[in-house]
């Protein structure tokens, strides 16, 4: 029975990839309507210029080029500047000074995609060099270059936020019999989605109906903020349709607002003709929204046994020219106060301090709940410092230390409410999987050897599922989501959610968590998302959210439903509604399983043989507010081999324990493991993007940004622990991210732990053979 | 090549003729002479399948195959495709039934947001046309100009393991 319904634990498989296997998926830039007009860019080669002229009139004369636009046109309609996500403003386009490398500066619009692509190569302008800044702690000194001449404020400093018992803090560590003390920079990544950004935006001068079908990962957010932000040009919410096709990959990058959207709507407000945008991988890498770029110095106070104690975290974060970050609006730092971890520090403060430089705008996600992977890689590197420093096994160090499982939920020492957790369970079970005891006996053999062999270990704790309104809104709007569930007359289900999938696979999964709750098996549920017109408001998927926010609705949703429908079931049993119960996935009068009705059975009734009085139909809603946030957490192990001669480490095993509470479909949790652990060892081993002096981008194509490929992703290993979460209607904590946020620490530990006995304490992600050999030939061991 | 040239259009490129199989259909069609093959399939044939991931040919999302071998449609030119035979994503199902390419992503869970996996069916094709029983890092090195963000490539690789032997099988039944 169970198996058919495909409810809640089942590895069904994806409804979604009937189509995306036939090549029959509708991404944005699939999106073809008649008369379509196409936009192109062009951008700044400079990071920091004056404009002196913007000469447009080679690219007007080419044929096919309808309008050349540029931040002058934009200021009559004050569309020149547009509000971020995180209170602060960035230009769509300048009207005299850029601000970093490949800034949007001016727009063609053509008859055809090659022929826009002709008017930005004819487009002649004249820059100003002016002065660059690129490192946000020389951003922050006195007398450096001004980024943003715009605000009143005539420094770089964007905000100053912290968090935690500074006296308490700093007396632990004044009386503490061990401190320890690791500077870690966290580069600056870009997520870069397989599918790039866009949108086709079509504007109805008749209906004045404006729909628009872009990579957006929150659709209804952007449709309030189209509203909000063009409502003087006659663009009021209920005209407004936002859809949000199949994306390619969202990862964080598909939330913010891009120059390019606005741009295209515009356009087509303008010219009344539909108006498509779609960036290159140049622009996408270049000018979209970036994450991380954090300087941090953490210290930790313990006493000689190893018991934590307190934990100090300052930090310098760089978010470009605009702070375009995607954090909930009480957070600038995200939930970066996650920090303490799995450990139960008496004191910690924490406190953050926002820069501008010129760089494109940052702080958004890379596969991560705000600000959490910078988190838990700091807290599980320094953890092995502390055991480097007191020469305990690194393992054990953590096991000492773990909150104890008696003691959730446990409030942590900057505030957080953890929901559930056994962490011990965890690392025990990835120890005996990859054979822990053993690898060490080999290591110290390997050693003597003069090979170098190394564990990381990495036992972190999320914090995912934003979340409670109390305290978690973007741009005012609480961050709950919603369920819309209709059972038709037939037994067949529409299910509306207000998230968005970007490969998450909702349309299987949500449609299961119905499943289970309703008894109707998933192949009879049509789970619908991403079109503002249909769906329930919601605040989108990303930071883990869908699950624990949306599926949360879902559940309740359909539980509104089975209330009424067991009413309805009583009336056709014949009974009273306290003698029927729900069992097997159909209501029952109790103690006479012969005397039963399906949920098909009281669909249909609710439309034909309803009770007298009774509203017909069988459908619900549910906006869902979370009471708490959900903890997923789990324990990674990572054994590195590091070639002597090239400086290059190679992942031999990683054996990645998660648990993330109850889990709908284990065959979709584990591919959203296996891409989150590919996503972790990226910027551990390969990505990060840096600038040069003059503010010019090292690394701005596939070319020399390196993704992982096949050959250098190890075969994952995976396995996990189920601690549900108390407050959660199916006990669900989300896993998207889990892997992203783990996995980097895990790997950085295991190359340090290859080259401890060597002295060496730290390395700074990524981990190139170049650095790795740089240390190899300064200890004197390199080949 | 035999190529004609038609008249330049009032764009001022020049246009030429060019006659391509695709999934074995005969295609007569006039192209700008810059039309790259992966534009020519999208935007003048409406064949969607095919995608774009990056311009520098690192991600494969564009993956196709001209005249049996896989080529990344980004970086070839659509008349450079005159009097050949491409094959896309949309031919890979053949009277209502799944290649078993198509039938590994699904069973293995090869696939998440699917934009990278028509380009890595296309590439996965190719190498079991030559290969029938690749290894695991055979496979793996099939696909490492293929890009994936959303799934580790260990189930790809199941996938593609789960198609080989499926065609290994087929091909045994009917001999």
Redesign the interface.
Known sequence: MAVEIGGIGHSV??K????????????V??V?LPGMLYLDIARSPLAHARIKNIDTSKALK???VVAVITGKDLVPLNLHWMPTLMSDKQMVLPTDTVLYQAQEVAAVVAT????AADGVDAIEVDYEPLPVVVDPIKALQPGATLVREDREQKDNHIWHWEVGDKAGTDKAFKDAEVVVKQDLYIPRIH??????CGIVASFDKVEGKLTVWMTTQAPHAIRTVIALVAGHLGLAEHKIRVISP????G?GGKVPVYPGYVLAIGASVLTGAPVKWIE???ENIQADSFARDYHISAELAAKKDGTMQALRVKTIADHGAFDAAANPSKYPAGLFHIITGSYPFQKSFVEVDGAYTNKPPGGIAYRCSFRVTEAAFTIERLVDVLALELKRDPAELRMQNFIPPTAFPYTSALGWEYDSGDYGRALRLAMDKIGYAELRKEQAAKRAKGELMGIGISSFTEIVGAGPSKNFDILGIKMFDSAEIRVHPTGKVMVRIGVKS????HETTFGQIVAEELGIPVADIAVEEGDTDTAPYGLGTYASRSTPVAGGATAIAARKIREKAKLIAAHLLEANPDDVEWKDYKFQVKGVPAKSKTMQEVAFAAYTNHPQGMEAGLEAVDYYDPPNLTFPFGSYICVVDIDRGTGEVKIRRFVAVDDCGTIINP??V??????????GLAPALYEQITYDEQGNIQGG???DYL?P???E?P??ETAKTTTPSPHHPIGAKGVGESATVGAPAAIANAVVDALAHLGVRHIDIPITPWKVQKILKEKGVAE | MAVETAPTT????RTLKIHVTINGAPHDVDV?A??LLV?FL??NL???????????T??G?CTVLLNGRAVKSCTVFAVQADQGTVA???G??KDGK?HPI?EG???E?G????????GM?MTAVALLEKNKQPT?LE???A???????????????KSIDHAARVMRETAEGKA
């Open positions: 498989k994806r979604e990839d009937a189509r995306f296997i036939r090549g029959k998926g509708k991404y830039d699939d073809k080419i044929p096919g055809e995609r090659y022929i997520v870069s989605s397989i599918e790039t199949d994306i390619g990959g990862f290159d991988r140049a970007q490969g998450q696979g065959m979709i584990e591919g959203q493991i296996h891409g989150g652990l590919t996503m194509t596939f070319m993704l490929t096949a050959m992703t075969n994952w | 009032s764009k001022g490129q700008e810059r039309t534009h999208r935007e409406g064949m969607t399948g095919t995608h774009i991931g990056c311009d520098t690192n991600c999302a896309t994503v949309e890979l199902e799944l198509q992503f699904h069973q869970h696939l998440q947001c699917g934009f990278c996996t028509p069916m695991e496979i793996r090195e696909i490492s100009g293929n890009l994936c963000r959303c799934t580790g490539y260990v189930n790809i690789v």
